[in-house]
């Protein structure tokens, strides 16, 4: 459909944030609102206000400032009411063409006075300038109303896109009303089409503090309808999955047998618990699809080798999903230990296998050979065909897309599925993401865990840090040294790594083997490393974030995080993690630089707290949920009104109401349309791959 004022150059604009059709503009909700329904006349303004004030420029000039020329724009604005207010902006050149002497302009800032003039002014306002259009019809929709401010692509101006908006909203006709009618009397909630009117032009006697919450009826509808319908999506994902045929794992006594003879120690309550419910699923006829969580060094691999045992004693096989070459090799290490003793074949596939090794071994899988097959993204390439899988493990979910799980569990007829993270997830983000799972959570550390002493030192007192390392090493344990490598750049933290590496072990540790390990290595050269620190030869191991996720060496107790600042929590806990794995007293030391605020807030949170629940949740409050999940490739829904965090509270109504909506629907008929509405509009979008 074609909009009156989006041309070519700014459909471009506009298909750059994803809003390619009208419908995805009426689906692009104002982030702010702003009352101009009682704009303050200049002479009422106080200091330490927010207000949007309607003035003329009165008079604008480049100014230097001070001794460095950082262009402070300077605009003077008069509204007749006898005082003036000055809007200044820093590196503001480019507002000279804009904002020029004789235009009208809405400005909305907080309101401050300079001590040495007594002047009012605002730094840095946002503004919008209204004189252009001033006889236009329109001129009514930014003016004498609350007005939606929007995130405008490119370069549109907020006050184009609400023109944009508005004219889109002119031109189609009103959408049906999905929602079922019983949840929408119940709730009392909005109709789906004013809701959509009024969340971008509120009616002249809403509540502006309602609406900046997010909480105006209009938004409340929005908002709980989106969850809703995902809701709904993963509660009939569910149902449907207990409806499949899976396998029924025979619990028999060698099985137990099996299991008693490979545990190297005596599991933790916790271990106890989850490998029931684990055990439960796979002995019910139908697929399992488990997630179990558990924070890093609780044991979950002990878990999955025991969930095993019972698919391959079943003559099953088993498949192990890992994220990085370092930990499918240490899950490969891991599980050859326990499993040698019982004659279990276990085989490791990464990118780094050689042509042969890969054939050979995608062979000896085919012909079911091997009984666990360990490996990397190798593993869910289309050319691995299992003779038999039964148990699909994942570990570390949050790096798998919902494609890659359905990718490596289509290798089977419908095998059992034991998904494993370290990241604590909290829950209202749990029942997002994983919806679709049942969950176990081992909440007990094996016993004797000593929990890490961590320590903040500034980096001009390293000295001491290397002092105390070298008194650990000469008691018999070992050391991690790691710098931060941010993803695009491996190199320079190799370069950095290599270059305190040689620093390390020539000046500061002469006498003791410091090793190597980082991105860059063959995936052999890492083995190698890797294995003489587990044997206790190298003592002092440094390393880029390679090392990050489950690697295991009990007697490693000290892990010193060079400009730990650069890190985000999540990586912080997870390399904290690699340490107090044994019963001996373990510290972990944060070096940094100067810290800036969220430095600040992330270093005292890490040593205030080894909770990793605590840390997850602060990392998501610092962050947000799309970084804290990373890509799309999470799972992570694509939400347009609602916000994980933000309406936690609306998500659990929405998920009550779904669930007894997909279990006592008010009629079949109304549940077939449901699922046929979301099929059509939600599926994709959700990566609900099916539902229904
Ligand atoms: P996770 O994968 O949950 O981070 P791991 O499975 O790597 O944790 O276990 C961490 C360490 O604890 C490993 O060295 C493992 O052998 C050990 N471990 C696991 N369970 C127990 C237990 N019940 N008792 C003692 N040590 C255990
Ligand atoms: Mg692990």
Known sequence: MYVKGVGPARAAMLEAKGLLTVEDLLYYPPFRYEDRRNVKPVSALAPGEMATVIAEVRSARLAGFQRRNLGMFQATFADGSGARLIGKWFHGGYLQSVITPGLKIALYGKIEIDSYTGDLVTLHPEFEILSEEDEDAEAA??????VPIYEAPGKLTTRLMRTIVYRALERVSPVEDHLPAGIRQHLKLRDFWPAIVETHFPPADAD????????????????????????????LKRSRARLEQGISFD????????????????PTGAQKRVLK????????PRPMNRLLQGDVGSGKTLVAAEAAIIAIENDYQVAVLAPTEILAGQHHFYFKNLFTKLGYIVALLTGSSTQREKTQIKKLVAAGMVHVLIGTHAVIEADVEFYRLGLAVIDEQHRF??????????KGVHPDVLVMTATPIPRTLALTIYGDLDTSVIDELPPGRKPVVTKHVSEDRIEQVYS??????????QAYVVYPVIEESETRATKAAQKMHKHLSETVFPGIAVGLLHGRLSSEEKEAV??????????ILVTTTVIEVGVDVPNATVMVIEHAERFGLAQLHQLRGRVGRGSTQSYCILVTGKLNESGRERI?????????????????????????????????????????LRDQEVLEVAQREAASFVEHPPSAEELKRAVQYIRDHWQRRYGLVQVG
């Open 277 to 284: 419910e684990i055990a439960e699923d796979m002995a019910a």
């Open 530 to 539: 890797m294995d003489l620190f587990k044997r206790g030869e190298v003592k």
């Open 604 to 644: 005292r949170t890490m040593v205030d707290s080894t909770d990793g629940f605590h840390i997850a949740e602060m990392d998501l409050k610092l962050r947000g949920p799309g970084e804290f999940f990373g890509t799309k490739q999470s799972g992570l829904p694509v939400l347009r009104f609602g916000n994980i």
């Open 401 to 410: 897309g919902v494609v890659q799980r359905l990718r490596l569990v289509q």
């Open 208 to 235: 502006v503090r309602l609406l900046n919450a997010f909480r105006s009826p209009a938004q409340f509808r929005l908002i709980f309808e989106e969850f809703f319908w995902l809701e709904c999506g993963l509660a």
């Open 141 to 146: 929709l930014h003016l004498g109303r609350i």
């Open 251 to 266: 619990l028999n006594d060698r099985v137990r047998e099996k299991i008693r003879a490979m545990l190297p120690f005596k």
């Open 468 to 477: 105390f390392v070298k008194k650990q090493v000469e008691a018999g344990r």
